[in-house]
Every structure is written in structure tokens, then in C-alpha cells.
């Protein structure tokens, strides 16, 4: 039914900039808090931004805090992942997901009930 779509990744250079944009399909996304996260091979899942189902309250990790910004377009079902000033650390292959329960802008991976695909971030020295 629900299903997102992850798109934008690539190989950036230290420094540079790249958008994430993730899709959603399927209804629901207007009244659902979204979040994106990351994860580098070996790693844990990682919290990295959050937004709530209007947009207007954000929260993010204390990582990527001053140079991520998530944004949400409820009339396109889309959400977006602005990254800039990248650094090395910041490689992983990046998800978003619907939030399912009562929080407005959840941390945890297990508040969310839908994930994409993923999408690579590389970014080199």
C-alpha cells in the first residue's frame, strides 16, 4: 500500500551539496510525521533529521545539526533532505520513513512504520 521512493544520492566531494528527495505514495502522508536515516556498512542505524506532519517542528542529530535541513512538501507527498558542507563521515546509504505513532518529530527507528529503498551518499576526501 504505502511505498517511498529515495532518490538523489551520489559521489560528491568533501564540501559540496546534495538533496535527498524521498516520494511517498499510497495516502496518509499528510497526517504522518517523516524522518530520514543512515546507515554505513557495519553500523547501526542512525538517526539523522525528523520533521512533523505539518512542518513545522524539526529535530536533528547533533551530527549533522547547522549543515542538514529537512523540509516536506505535503501537496507533492515529498520530503527533503538538503545536506551541505559534506564530510567524509557522512557516507552511508540514507532512508526515509512514515512515522507511526503519537510523536511529533520521533528518533527511533522503531516509531516509523515505513522505510524506502535507501539511496547512497558517497562523499570523498
Known amino acids: 500500500q504505502v511505498q517511498l521512493v529515495e532518490s538523489g544520492g551520489g559521489l560528491v566531494q568533501a564540501g559540496g551539496s546534495l538533496r535527498l528527495s524521498c516520494a511517498a505514495s499510497?495516502?496518509?502522508?499528510?497526517?504522518?510525521?517523516m524522518g530520514w536515516f543512515r546507515q554505513a556498512p557495519g553500523n547501526e542505524r542512525e538517526f539523522v533529521a525528523a520533521?512533523?506532519?505539518?512542518?513545522?517542528?524539526?529535530v536533528y542529530s547533533d551530527s549533522v545539526k547547522g549543515r542538514f535541513t529537512i523540509s516536506r512538501d505535503n501537496t507533492k507527498s515529498t520530503v527533503l533532505l538538503q545536506m551541505n558542507s559534506l564530510k567524509p563521515e557522512d557516507t552511508a546509504v540514507y532512508y526515509c520513513?512514515?512515522?507511526?505513532?503519537?510523536?511529533?518529530?520521533?528518533?527511533?527507528?522503531?516509531?516509523?512504520?515505513?522505510w524506502g529503498q535507501g539511496t547512497q551518499v558517497t562523499v570523498s576526501s
Open positions: 520513513a512514515i512515522g507511526r505513532g503519537l510523536a511529533t518529530v520521533p528518533k527511533a527507528p522503531t516509531a516509523y512504520d515505513y
Open positions: 520533521i512533523s506532519r505539518s512542518g513545522g517542528s524539526t
Open positions: 499510497g495516502g496518509t502522508f499528510s497526517i504522518r510525521a
